[in-house]
């Protein structure tokens, strides 16, 4: 089966700093591949995708592509703000089986004024 | 809007005592999931389900039930044999099993021990 890997946190930087949370993955065939965000308290939200190899997923300022020679998905964002503050999922799917969601550990980014 | 709806927010639970977890979607999606989130890990599956009336144990299914009579609702029940439920239950829903497209969750629920 499908198995994701994620930096290990927490991740705390300053207002403007650069981010990257690392995400590897193992996978049967060509699977997608997402970054989730959740705010204290609440569900997780779809933050960006990419469905294939050099796709580059992207939003509010985050991005992450599709790796496949190095089987990667780093979610990088060039300067963080305060509201970033939350847990970060990266996660995988395969078609053909549900059984095939995966979710890494998620990494709890902090952003201090 | 569509979405997925869970209820309640918070629930209490006694010793002994089943709790019912609501999940309700207007997405049409034909998968449902529910996982369990302990403070500071990831999701653990619990159960899902493809189509109505069928579901499948997911990784950590023991002292949980869950039925799947219409397509727009999946509750999940915590049982008296969960000893330890004490959790974040998320419930999340996705357009089906051949489908690389993302999972929706809803907002959460958070039980606790009376």
């Known amino acids: 089966g499908n198995s994701v890997t994620q930096m290990e946190g927490p991740v705390t930087l300053s207002e403007e700093a650069f981010l990257t949370i690392n995400c590897t993955y193992t996978a049967t065939g060509y699977p997608s591949l997402f970054w989730y965000v959740q705010y204290p308290g609440e569900g997780l939200q779809l933050l960006l995708k990419a469905t294939k190899a050099d796709d580059k997923g992207s939003n509010k300022g985050f991005e992450a592509t599709y790796r496949k020679e190095t089987t990667s998905f780093h979610l990088e964002k060039g300067s963080v703000q305060v509201s970033d503050s939350a847990v970060y999922f990266c996660?995988?799917?395969?078609?053909?089986?549900?059984?095939?969601?995966?979710f890494g550990s998620g990494t709890q980014l902090t952003v201090l004024p | 809007d569509g979405g997925i709806t869970q209820s309640p927010k918070y629930l209490f639970r006694k010793e002994g005592q089943n709790v019912t977890l609501s999940c309700e979607q207007n997405l049409n999606h034909d998968a449902m999931y529910w996982y369990r989130q302990d403070p500071g890990q990831g999701l653990r599956l619990i159960y899902y389900?493809?189509?109505?009336?069928?579901?499948q144990k997911g990784d950590i299914a023991e002292g949980y039930s869950v039925s799947r009579e219409k397509k727009e609702s999946f509750p999940l029940t915590v049982t008296s044999a969960q000893k330890n439920p004490t959790a974040f239950y998320l419930c999340a829903s996705c357009q089906g099993q051949n489908s690389n497209q993302p999972q929706h969750f809803g907002d959460g629920t958070r039980l606790s021990i009376l």
């Open positions: 389900s493809q189509i109505v009336n069928d579901f």
């Open positions: 996660s995988a799917v395969s078609s053909g089986s549900a059984r095939q969601l995966t």
